[in-house]
């Protein structure tokens, strides 16, 4: 079973930046797709961004500028590289991973904890 593991994630300040990390039980090579997602309290899980295996990278205009996705190959993780946090950028923020074949499927991390306030 594929596990996606998450890490980084915490408490800053306005302004302030975070790194969170994404590696999975095997290679992140072997997923077509990698990203995020994200879901505030009371609302739904939101798609931020993606990579996919030919390093194009796709994000939602309220982070792009603000947030890169980038690969340690040597630690087999992707990243998700967050700048200038704003307090609505507080929400659980989920690594996700895409296979298209032999069909699509998803899978999850479970979740970090990311809270910007003063």
């Known amino acids: 079973q594929v596990q996606l593991v998450e890490s980084g994630g915490g408490l800053v300040q306005p302004g302030g930046s975070l790194r969170l990390g994404c590696a999975a039980s095997r290679s992140i090579f072997s997923f077509d797709v990698m990203g995020w997602y994200r879901q505030a309290p009371g609302n739904e899980r939101v798609f931020l961004a993606s990579i996919a295996n030919d390093s194009t990278t796709y994000y939602i205009d309220s982070v792009k500028g603000r947030f890169t996705i980038s690969t340690d190959n040597a630690k087999d993780t992707r990243y998700l590289q967050m700048d200038s946090l704003k307090p609505e950028d507080t929400a659980v923020y989920y690594c996700?991973?895409?296979?298209?074949?032999?069909?699509?499927?998803?899978?999850w991390g479970q979740g970090t904890q990311v809270s910007v306030s003063s």
């Open positions: 996700y991973a895409q296979t298209h074949q032999p069909r699509l499927r998803h899978y």
